[in-house]
């Protein structure tokens, strides 16, 4: 599928997944990629502390919005400009109330800790406005696609669930027909979907596999295609002979050396074949694309990582069939 | 304190704290396991372990009482999958003035967002689930596993939760009602529920109005369980155990955590480190040189793996490193990268191993 299609195919790209899997690191791959295919960025933040900022070289502006790369054109392609933005949900309930006409209240929230009975209340009420304020960009238009960093922690079930609770749990009011208008969005695969993340390691396959189908079956929202993080790079030939190992090479090996090259290949091949039998499994369980991007060996990711990770993205997404194709 | 076992004979309660996916629960279950094994009557509550690890000791439903775990330790070893609700539900039995008041909360839709849905009240039972089993009298050592959450205080600030909401003036706006006393912070507050009743429906703000009606003489039994299980959770012989993985990002969060948990005027006393990956006894440069030289030849691919794996340890090495060095006083332990997930009680047993096993675990 050519990039600039699978970019534009939603307006609202939600990467979602278990923490530790690289969640924040994928949103930021995945935000690059689009650039690069000429679309403008949003790249929104739910979780709190912005971990974004520093994977673009930039310093974390709270909750402005900040615009890490400008658009640009480079080798006579157009590149779209990158913006971080950060939502907490205090925030977004706070504003939300603001804005229709309850600025009155806010005063008293803030002063009462009325806050709190609200959102105890109206279970997934910061959730869902959360995803309201989400909506608001996107019917604003000022970006081609907004990529979101969904909350960690296995709850981005939770996350997309919180429109349809708060419909039923408040019937009336304005808040009902905010959660009805979410809705509307996240069920809707031309204006929004998920991407999940994973690595292959067997917990967060299996948990990628069950909020695969919560996601699709029970909420309606549509999947792209799935992530799998941190894909170590096959290595053939591990097997071998120790004592022919550095044969015609022009290298005196110590027995620690020799030791310690058995080790690594054996320790290789172990997770080799860990990963392998994870990957096969959750291509055998869950009907959905997969996008691989490569393990990192050693120090902290920054710019030139994500810019790395965005190509291989960008590479899978062109092996990807075109819509209809299949 | 020298190492991993001493800090568990010299404990009470072990709270196992750190970001998801990091192996705190099978941390949890295998410090519990060292403890029985080292001759301890050793329990772990757990939230949300993963469904085979939870079915091999035997705890695959939600449950309220520890289930004992056979095996060949010469203590005990329990286990307990929270179940949430129904411990909220115990708690509010136990402080109701009668089965009367109880049932009043117990069926009302405020009452069960506050017990089913709302962020913190996982920490809250845990913690709730904690006390209990502490006075007691049949544990020496009770291992929590707390929720995944990024705020290590969420869970020293649970046990505050409801009583939180009780010292909201709403509340005792509309006790005070009742008891015939209409002033002007009343009808102040009046005209916010009004408001609040246009943003979220009516029948929404009377079923909140309904349960603090409902928790009306109850204030008192949650704010006295609320202030001694603080105390327990401050008490010496209870023990902070943060656990991560020396991924940079984990680790970010995990000197974030000790910040935290510093802040509150406590220590970790413990930091296992889950994921270590095998120490070669290569420098990396070395490493890397031998993968240049063996490129093409026989081993190349050996080569490569080594000069991976050397560089990755080293990375992870100096990342632990320094954590270590922004908790000096606890005991640093690291447990080696295995080959499968802990599932059964064979790898619990390997993992309680390496817990306490005599290495040079203590930092200076």
């Known amino acids: 599928m050519h990039p600039s299609h699978f970019f534009s195919s939603s307006n609202v790209l939600i990467v979602a997944g278990k923490g530790g899997v690289g969640k924040t690191v994928t949103a930021a791959a995945v935000a690059t990629a689009a650039s690069r295919a000429g679309q403008s960025v949003l790249l929104v933040e739910v979780a709190g502390r ?38 907490t949900p205090d925030a977004a309930l706070m504003e939300w109330l603001e804005t229709h006409g309850f600025k009155r209240l806010v005063g008293r929230m803030a002063t009462t800790g009325l806050l709190e009975v609200v ?15 989400i909506k608001a960009f996107e019917e604003a238009g000022a970006y081609d696609l907004i990529v979101i960093d969904a909350p960690a922690a296995g709850h981005a079930v939770g996350f997309l669930r919180s429109p349809a609770g708060v419909r039923d749990a408040a019937k009336t009011g304005v ?78 090996l110590t027995d620690n050396e020799r030791t310690a090259l058995a080790t690594a290949a054996d320790f290789r091949a172990g997770r080799l074949r860990l990963q392998h039998e994870q990957l096969d499994r959750l291509g055998a369980l869950l009907p959905l694309d997969q996008i691989r991007l490569p393990h990192r060996f050693g120090s902290s990711i920054g710019p030139d990582e994500i810019a790395e990770l965005a190509s291989v993205l960008t590479t899978a ?10 | 304190m020298t190492g991993f076992a001493e800090l568990l004979a010299e404990s009470q309660v072990v709270i196992c704290c750190g970001t998801g996916g990091v192996g705190k629960t099978t941390t949890s279950a295998a410090t519990a396991l060292a403890a029985a094994t080292a001759g301890r009557r050793a329990c772990v509550v757990t939230i949300d372990p993963a469904k085979r690890l939870a079915d091999s000791l ?99 600030e649970a046990p505050k939760l409801l009583t939180r909401l009780l010292d909201n003036p709403i509340y005792k706006v509309v006790t ?42 109850m204030e008192d039994g949650f704010r006295d369980r609320a202030q001694s299980t603080l105390e327990l959770l401050s008490d010496d012989r209870t023990a902070f155990v943060l656990v991560a993985s020396p991924r940079s990002d984990t680790l970010d969060e995990a000197r974030y955590f000790l910040d935290r948990i510093r802040s509150a005027d406590l220590d970790a006393s413990g930091v296992v480190v889950n994921r270590m990956l095998p120490a070669t006894g290569v420098g990396t440069e070395r490493a890397a040189m031998i993968e240049a030289e063996l490129a093409g030849s026989p081993g190349a691919s050996a080569a490569t793996a080594l000069a991976d794996l050397a560089a990755a340890a080293a990375d992870d090495e100096a990342r632990v490193a320094d954590l270590a060095e922004s908790a000096p006083d606890a005991v640093l332990v690291r447990v080696p990268m295995l080959n499968d997930d802990v599932h059964d009680l064979d790898g619990l047993g390997r993992v309680a191993d390496l817990l306490t096993a005599d290495a040079p675990s203590a930092t200076s």
């Open chain 1, 175 to 252: 808040l009902h027909r905010q959660a009805v208008e979410v809705l509307e969005m996240i069920g809707d695969p031309d204006r929004c979907k998920v991407m999940l993340v994973t690595i292959p390691e067997e917990t967060p396959v299996n948990e990628m596999i069950e909020t695969s189908f919560a996601i699709e079956e029970e909420l309606g929202v549509h999947l792209g295609p799935a992530v799998v993080n941190s894909v170590l790079p096959d290595l053939d030939d591990l097997d071998h002979d120790l004592a022919t190992l550095a044969a015609g090479a022009d290298l005196e």
């Open chain 1, 119 to 133: 959102a105890t209340a109206t279970p997934g009420i910061k959730d869902l406005l959360i995803l309201g304020r």
């Open chain 2, 176 to 217: 005070a009602s009742n008891k015939g006393l209409i002033g002007v912070a009343n009808r102040a507050a009046q005209g916010v529920l009004r408001q609040l009743a246009r943003v979220v429906g009516a029948a929404v703000v009377d079923e909140a109005v309904a349960f603090f009606q409902a928790f009306q003489g």
């Open chain 1, 317 to 326: 997404i062109e092996a990807l069939p075109e819509e209809g194709d299949e």
């Open chain 2, 58 to 156: 035997g705890i695959g439903e939600l449950s309220n009482t520890p289930t004992v775990i056979d095996g060949p330790w010469d203590g005990t070893l329990a286990a307990l999958m929270l179940d949430t609700e129904s411990t909220f539900d115990e708690v509010v039995r136990r402080h109701a003035h009668d089965d009367a008041q109880a049932d009043r909360i117990l069926g009302n839709r405020f009452y069960k967002n506050v017990s089913g849905t709302l962020s913190g009240t996982q920490d809250y039972m845990a913690v709730e689930k904690l006390s209990e089993l502490s006075s007691s009298g049949e544990w020496d050592l009770i291992v929590v596993d707390t929720p995944p959450t990024r705020d290590a205080l969420a869970f020293l």
């Open chain 1, 50 to 87: 912005s971990g974004a900022a520093s994977l673009f070289g930039a310093v974390p502006k709270g909750y402005e919005e900040s615009t890490v790369f400008e658009e640009t054109e480079i080798d006579g392609i157009r590149h779209g400009s990158i913006t971080l933005k950060s939502i």
